[in-house]
């Protein structure tokens, strides 16, 4: 197995505006080496905008941004990539007309020398995509296995930290099933996982330590049985009684 | 085939010189820039290879080199205000720039104005023109097998996903468009020493016009689809001359015809056939 080279992503008091709208507002947390993380909360808590500003794809208002020793929060989206983040997309974003090989590649742009088809095959494999014919084009794959594919160019460039923004979107339960030892493989791997996601069996099952945040800000954080039995997550997922 | 060649010389020049010119504009569609200068940098690398030739006396390398390398210079600074643009906007300023370039041309006292600036050396021939032309192919064919040449065709499907795995999309598109410019400005050297003479009407929208066309009848991205592109349209006006005043009609059709049944181009024809 390919190893990244680990680092802990601290985000500290980050906030992220648009215009007079407040996407995030004061919102920290850690994501050590070769750990998972899941970052949980409503439509519109603000979760894409965190990957988003840790990425470079939109530009912190207040707080900063950590990878090791190095600051993100004013870097540009290509730099921040280059320094070992990567990520994958709520909506798929795959280089569609390239092949499936070529997306894997594209992935490794920030290290040296090219990836061969066996270090390829090896990623794919890594993400569960293994079946996967190396010369199709990639927007002709099935969703299921694009979600795999992005993953795998997620990991060619052996990031330091992985960013996840609703991987299981889309999968049935065996595909989640195998995304779950994808997933937990890649932090074996010494990279962090920061995890979006909306399946709670499959955020329980993989995440060492949750954060939930509720109109951009920090609602509650623990492990995933602490955070289960937190009242104040309890009413913004399930409402309280009348 | 000799007898035919040497009747048809400045035909077959004049093809070299359009595959040139669609392999410069390929090399930005790559990258999905439709940055519309190549006419203009054609124009001011033929300038100075031009009054390199007459009022000093340079050779054709000194002018090709020369040509270039001005051709290049403007490229990188017409990517400082052009930078940001993309689609229609970004071909609306180079078109813009190719106008402004045009006028210049007429005004500026060393070109010969509108009328022209001529006794160019006759120096580049066929031999000179499918030499830069082969040299152009082969440079592309090893370039398009390299991580350079990755990092364009991901910048071309999803700028935002190419800079998220660590590609500098706006380096990657100041490149192209200076490699873009130089190939240019070769063509645009050996078009001046090949024909003796050049006005600012050469290189105006018309021939911009003609460039694009070729690049999409040939298939935008490949190289091999730009050189044929470039053959079949320029062989075309010639092979339609019965046609007299609708002879332009020709041109026309087969664009659209291209557009609507072949966007890929022959290019894209051959690898569906291929595969």
């Known amino acids: 197995m390919s190893r990244s080279t680990g680092a802990d992503l601290s985000i500290e008091r980050l906030a992220v505006r648009y215009g007079g709208v407040a996407a995030l507002e004061d919102v920290s947390l850690r994501v050590p080496a070769g750990t998972v993380v899941g970052l949980i909360g409503p439509?519109?808590?603000?979760?894409?905008?965190?990957?988003?500003?840790v990425t470079g794809v939109v530009r912190a208002s207040a707080g900063s941004i950590t990878l090791g020793a190095e600051r993100l929060e004013?870097?540009?989206?290509?730099?921040?990539?280059?320094?070992?983040?990567?990520?994958?997309?709520?909506?798929?974003?795959?280089?569609?007309?390239?092949?499936?090989?070529?997306?894997?590649?594209?992935g490794a742009v920030r290290l040296r020398g090219a990836l061969d088809d066996a270090a390829v095959r090896a990623l794919l494999e890594r993400a569960g995509a293994s079946e996967a014919d190396l010369g199709a084009r990639a927007g002709s794959l099935p969703y299921g296995m694009q979600r795999r594919l992005e993953i795998a160019r997620a990991l060619a460039g052996k990031p330091a930290v992985v960013l996840l923004d609703e991987p299981a979107a889309g999968m049935n339960p065996h595909e989640t099933g195998e995304l779950r030892a994808v997933i937990r493989n890649v932090a074996a791997s010494g990279a962090g996982?920061?995890?979006?996601?909306?399946?709670?069996?499959?955020?329980?099952?993989?995440?060492?330590?949750?954060?939930?945040?509720?109109?951009?800000?920090?609602?509650?954080?623990?492990?995933?049985?602490?955070?289960?039995?937190?009242?104040?997550v309890i009413e913004a997922y399930l409402g309280t009684p009348a | 085939m000799l007898q035919f060649l040497a009747q048809h010389s400045k035909l077959f020049d004049q093809i070299g010189i359009n595959a040139l010119l669609a392999l410069s504009l390929s090399i930005s569609l790559r990258a999905g820039s439709l940055a519309l200068a190549q006419a203009a940098f054609m124009g001011l690398a033929a300038y100075v290879g031009s009054i390199g030739a007459v009022n000093y006396g340079?050779?054709?390398?000194?002018?090709?080199?020369?040509?270039?390398?001005?051709?290049?210079?403007?490229?990188?600074?017409?990517?400082?205000?052009?930078?940001?643009?993309?689609?229609?906007?970004?071909?609306?300023?180079?078109?813009g720039f190719g106008e402004i370039a045009r006028i210049a041309e007429i005004n500026a006292p060393i070109t010969g104005g509108a009328e022209g600036f001529s006794n160019i050396p006759n120096?580049?021939?066929?031999?000179?023109?499918?030499?830069?032309?082969?040299?152009?192919?082969?440079?592309?064919?090893?370039f398009g097998r390299s991580k350079a040449a990755l990092t364009i065709a991901a910048t071309r499907e999803d700028e935002s996903a190419a800079r998220g795995v660590g590609i500098d999309t706006g380096a990657v598109r100041l490149r192209t468009l200076v490699a873009g410019a130089v190939i240019a400005g070769v063509a645009g050297v050996l078009y001046a020493h090949a024909n003796f003479?050049?006005?600012?009407?050469?290189?105006?929208?018309?021939?911009?016009?003609?460039?694009?066309?070729?690049?999409?009848?040939?298939?935008?991205?490949?190289?091999l689809g730009a050189v044929l592109g470039a053959a079949v349209m320029t062989v075309l006006p010639e092979a339609v001359r019965f046609l007299n005043d609708y002879r332009e009609v020709s041109t026309g059709a087969i664009l659209l015809g291209f557009i609507l049944f072949a966007p890929g181009g022959i290019a894209g024809l051959w690898q569906r056939r291929a595969s």
């Open chain 2, 197 to 223: 003479f050049i006005t600012p009407g050469d290189f105006g929208f018309p021939r911009m016009e003609q460039i694009l066309v070729a690049c999409v009848v040939g298939g935008v991205t490949s190289s």
């Open chain 2, 58 to 95: 340079w050779n054709l390398i000194e002018c090709i080199v020369a040509g270039a390398l001005a051709a290049a210079a403007a490229a990188a600074l017409l990517a400082l205000p052009i930078g940001r643009l993309r689609g229609v906007f970004l071909a609306i300023a180079t078109i």
């Open chain 2, 123 to 142: 120096d580049a021939g066929t031999p000179a023109i499918y030499a830069a032309l082969a040299a152009t192919g082969i440079a592309l064919a090893i």
């Open chain 1, 74 to 106: 004013r870097l540009p989206q290509y730099a921040v990539a280059r320094r070992g983040v990567a990520r994958t997309y709520q909506n798929i974003r795959l280089f569609a007309a390239l092949s499936v090989a070529d997306n894997v590649r594209a």
């Open chain 1, 193 to 232: 996982v920061l995890l979006v996601e909306h399946d709670m069996g499959l955020v329980s099952a993989v995440c060492d330590r949750l954060v939930v945040l509720n109109f951009g800000r920090t609602l509650a954080e623990g492990t995933p049985a602490e955070v289960a039995r937190d009242p104040a």
């Open chain 1, 43 to 53: 439509n519109g808590a603000g979760k894409t905008s965190l990957i988003n500003a």
